[in-house]
């Protein structure tokens, strides 16, 4: 169990501010954010690789606040990798086996086999460093992380430098990984997506502070502030006595549930706005309509937008349902 | 695929070829000048030998005093922002803008026995000037900066992280600088050792100063050219030219391969 508790650290202009939260044995916790919010710093002064002014951080009971880095038994995986360049992929594994904790070499290389058999890197051995690919620099960096079994394992943004194929792979098995180990672990990111996919429990973070903490159901359902409910993707937030579902204070939407009215469709809600961008985004369309309540994103799939149905400065009928709508509770806009 | 031959390239090359016969002709010319006999007369004769070595030990001695030094301390600079440390990294280049005979004069202000530091050492019995002492002392001041500079240049490129994944699983701050940072930056060092060592062998303008004798391979050459002329000058110059130039190659291949481009 890991315990952050009223953290503080200044940095430069830059201040972290009353960071709490804590992590139970096993889970996967993520710490979610734009560039720049202050996750990495909490990570590193998780690690011990920065000092906190104030506050204290708690691995398994023991304060290790003022400890140094090497007295904490975590592991940091990092988003540019950081494998050493002058050892072979079994050399980086292996790094961390020779200090501290002493088991004998045969456990070392039971655990090694293991390792790079679930990370699929066994025939990479021998390989340096600067003859991998980026998904496979990250599978041996995470390889080594884990070899020496830490308190915790903490990841900095470790799939936002891959293509998006090779991500949605490591995602996978970082996430088997997680499930085999049972390993407890921090991981940064700015992605929704790989926050949802992989995390037990959230915090949001920005500008130094951590903006909404719970689960992904929590974050996703109830968000607390335009931030976050923008972050988790809810872009369409409206004044929910303009609706007249019996609502009070601010609803949110989600673009995909919010849909362009071709024939007689029915909805719970529905209303007119002039079309005021059509952007392909590869995958699906996203409509931009300058409605009453401003502007309102409609995500429409191939099959429900044929191009030239309409254009921009149309006007057009769109609708969205009761059940799809997100009451935000203690939401000020 | 044939390129096309623009003018710009034709004007740096040619700047190159400039650059190369201003470097090479004198080096080169040198060997002709003297009699192979008198070469080899002087490589038997045992002072050209004493000061030849002399010069390699005083030279190595230096390198090894500077490396010493300026390998921790440049890591703590590039690892740390302090107040003030662009200032001290200024006054450590000092050296480096002074000509050297007033670096002589500067460091003979400080050992002479009218100073009160020079009056200490002799008082205590310590023999400096006119000493090999002497002569590391105006190597190592002139030379410092080179190696204290190669070694900073060295910590600069190796990414902090890789230190922090280094400690996250488990080493030390001092083991992780023997497995991770040293190596990785010990080519670009062993570079500045070669700069420190042939900035050291060569000097000659503080080291007249402070001790003219024992005499180094340059105050010989320098002797022997005002004393006898050319003839007598050159020899003891191709032997110093030719050591200088095998050691300088010798440790440019071990230092030519860097982690840099890996990282």
Redesign the interface.
């Known amino acids: 169990m890991i315990q952050i508790k009223d953290l503080e650290i200044q940095l430069g202009e830059f201040k972290l501010k009353e960071i709490s939260f804590d992590v139970k044995q096993g889970e996967f916790y993520i710490l979610l954010g734009p560039t720049g919010a202050g996750k990495s710093v909490i990570l590193e002064a998780i690690g011990g690789l920065i000092k906190p002014q104030l506050g204290q951080i708690i691995i398994n009971d023991k304060d290790v606040s003022n400890s140094k880095p090497e007295a904490r038994n975590v592991a940091i995986c990092y988003q540019d990798y950081s494998l050493f360049p002058h050892f072979t992929v079994k050399e980086n594994i292996l790094y961390g086996l020779q200090f501290g904790q002493k088991k004998n070499k045969k456990e070392h290389m039971k655990d090694f086999s293991e390792l790079t058999k679930s990370l699929q890197i066994e025939h990479l051995i021998d390989r340096f460093p600067e003859n991998l690919s980026g998904g496979e620099k990250q599978r041996v960096s995470l390889a080594r992380a884990l070899i020496v079994r830490p308190n915790v394992l903490l990841m900095d943004e470790p799939l936002a430098a891959l293509d998006s194929h090779i991500k949605d792979k490591l995602m996978r098995d970082i996430k088997k990984m997680h499930e085999k180990y049972q390993m407890t672990v921090i991981m940064v990111t700015h992605s929704f997506q790989e926050a949802y996919y992989l995390g037990n429990r959230v915090s949001v973070v920005n500008d130094g502070r951590i903006i909404q903490s719970g689960t992904m159901e929590d974050i996703l359902n109830y968000p607390n502030s335009l931030f976050v409910a923008n972050f988790v993707g809810l872009k369409n937030i409206i004044d929910a006595t303009k609706i007249n579902f019996n609502e009070t204070g601010y609803v949110g939407i989600r673009p995909e549930n919010v849909k362009i009215i071709n024939n007689n469709e029915i909805f719970d809600y529905i209303g007119i706005g002039v079309v005021e961008e059509i952007a392909d985004m590869a995958t699906y369309f996203e409509i931009t309509l300058n409605t009453e309540f401003g502007p309102i994103i409609s995500y429409l799939l191939f099959n429900e937008y044929i191009e030239g149905h309409f254009m921009v400065g149309d006007k057009m009928k769109f609708g969205f349902n009761r059940n799809n709508l997100v009451v935000l509770e203690n939401y000020k806009c | 695929m044939n390129k096309r031959i623009e003018k710009l390239y034709v004007f740096s090359l040619f700047s190159g070829l400039m650059i190369l016969f201003f470097v090479l002709f004198p080096i080169i010319n040198t060997f002709t000048w003297t009699k192979w006999p008198l070469l080899v007369e002087t490589l038997k004769d045992p002072v050209v030998i004493e000061v030849i070595f002399r010069s390699i030990r005083t030279a190595s001695i230096t390198t090894f005093i500077a490396f010493t030094f300026s390998v921790p301390f440049a890591y703590f600079v590039v690892r740390h922002d302090f107040k003030f440390k662009q200032l001290l990294e200024s006054i450590i280049d000092i050296p480096m803008v002074m000509p050297h005979t007033v670096a002589g004069i500067a460091l003979l202000t400080v050992l002479s026995p009218k100073s009160f530091f020079g009056r200490f050492l002799v008082d205590n019995g310590i023999e400096v000037l006119g000493t090999e002492i002497a002569v590391v002392i105006a190597m190592l001041f002139v030379s410092l900066p080179l190696m204290f500079n190669s070694a900073k240049e060295a910590y600069k490129w190796i ?1 902090e ?2 230190e ?10 001092f ?1 992780t600088f023997l ?2 940072t040293f ?2 930056g010990w080519r670009d060092i062993l570079s500045g050792m070669i700069l420190t060592w042939a900035r050291s062998i060569s000097e000659f303008g503080a080291v007249i100063i402070l001790a003219y004798h024992p005499m180094i391979a340059p105050t010989l050459i320098y002797e022997r050219y005002t004393t006898y002329g050319m003839n007598y000058a050159v020899p003891v110059t191709i032997i110093l030219l030719i050591i200088s130039l095998l050691i300088f190659v010798a440790l440019r291949l071990i230092s030519t391969k860097s ?1 840099r ?3």
């Open positions: 990414p992280r890789l922090n994944v280094s400690r996250s699983l488990g080493a030390t701050h083991q497995k991770i190596p990785l982690y481009k890996r990282v």
